[in-house]
């Protein structure tokens, strides 16, 4: 079967038995701020999803006839599961959106909070859509996460992390190394400022302290490669799909050395997403290396894995998304519009994998009996 009629099967078999799904969107929404002050320095509300982008995710599965709630953050869909109120709609299939986790630090959210709906989902019998709770705390903890792909073989940035306190944890970076500095917990590039890439010396210890107090985290350092970023999604259910790569490019910054900034993520023309061609063992090895990584972390439904690929042509991973985003404006719609999906169809088809892959939907296209 080819990939483009997998990807229809998916489409189709969730088209037919959307009188059985219900569909439960989780996402924290801008107003949590004034319930947590220390999330604003982490631009919380600015990432959250807005409320056309969330109407366009419950207007596509309505219209198939799944039932649709969206939950404003945890605690809406904890008393909703405790009551049994959605066990009661009597729907055979239930999945819950994880759109809650970022914004961590002092007066903001603990650290491991995006494992909190999958494991909620599990205990009612749903099928989280994407990783399972030990997926999410691993991935959004860049510092850990890198430092066991890198102990497992995979091409990855040498990594270091850096405690407002605690100082370096284990080794710190050799003097003259290039490097940058990130966010530890978060995503949207929070904490990269076009001064985040610089080389280390006698000043980085005060430079990262600094950044570390104005996030709440820990800051992770990894060696900066310069080059093309390309984003590579992947999609599982009875098979591992590697969708084809697109490229990051930031307009005010086309250069191998340009970064991607939060002031980027939230202008409506800060980046953009085209289909990136290379040789033919580039290409390879930017699928194989993202099929790996999705294997080795045990991660499921829809992920996506960024890569700087050097001026030899040599792809390093830097970024694992286990939320990749899928507004019709980010890279993995971009990537399977290069199939022919257009936006809802993506919609149904990464509904339709984490199903499948959660064993509650036949990959079949077939009617109900």
Not at 50 to 68: H, K, N
Not at 294 to 321: I, K, M, S
Request: charged share 20%.
């Amino acid at each position: 079967m080819s990939s483009a009629e997998w990807l229809a099967q998916l489409d189709t078999s969730v088209i037919a038995h959307a009188d059985q799904i219900a569909v439960h969107l989780v996402y924290d929404r801008p107003w949590r701020e004034e319930e947590r002050p220390g999330l604003v320095r982490t631009h919380f509300a600015s990432r959250c999803l807005s409320d056309d982008v969330l109407e366009s995710i419950i207007e596509t599965f309505r219209e198939i006839g799944a039932y649709v709630e969206l939950f404003e953050g945890e605690r809406p869909f904890i008393e909703a599961l405790a009551s049994g109120r959605l066990a009661a709609l009597g729907r055979e299939m239930h999945i819950a959106f994880n759109g809650i986790g970022w914004g961590i630090g002092d007066e903001a959210f603990m650290p491991g909070r995006k494992a909190l709906v999958p494991l909620l989902a599990d205990a009612y019998g749903m099928a989280p859509f994407n990783a399972d709770a030990y997926g999410c705390a691993l991935t959004v903890h860049k510092l850990h996460s890198f430092l066991v792909l890198e102990a497992l073989g995979i091409q990855t940035p040498p990594t270091w992390g850096y405690h407002p306190v605690n100082g370096w944890v284990g080794p710190e970076p050799p003097q003259g190394t290039r490097v940058i500095a990130k966010s530890t917990y978060e995503a949207s590039s929070v904490g990269v400022t076009d001064d985040s890439v610089f080389y280390v010396d006698e000043h980085t210890e005060p430079r990262l302290r600094v950044l570390a107090e104005s996030i709440g985290q820990l800051v992770t350092v990894q060696a900066f490669i310069p080059g093309a970023e390309v984003c590579v999604p992947v999609l599982s259910s009875t098979r591992i799909f590697v969708a084809p790569p697109v490229e990051a490019v930031i307009p005010r910054a086309p250069h191998p050395d340009g970064i991607m900034t939060l002031a980027d993520t939230t202008r409506p023309d800060g980046y953009l997403h085209r289909k990136f061609s290379g040789p033919e063992p580039l290409m390879a090895a930017l699928a194989a290396t993202a099929k790996r990584v999705f294997t080795l972390l045990e991660l499921r439904g829809l992920a996506r894995f960024d890569f700087r690929v050097d001026r030899n042509g040599v792809p390093w991973l830097f970024d694992v998304a286990i939320e990749p985003g899928i507004s019709e404006g980010g890279s993995a719609y971009r990537s399977f519009s290069l199939l022919g999906l257009d936006h809802r169809a993506f919609l149904r088809v990464a509904l339709g994998a984490s199903l499948v892959d959660w064993g509650l939907l036949s990959p079949q296209p077939t009617a109900r009996d």
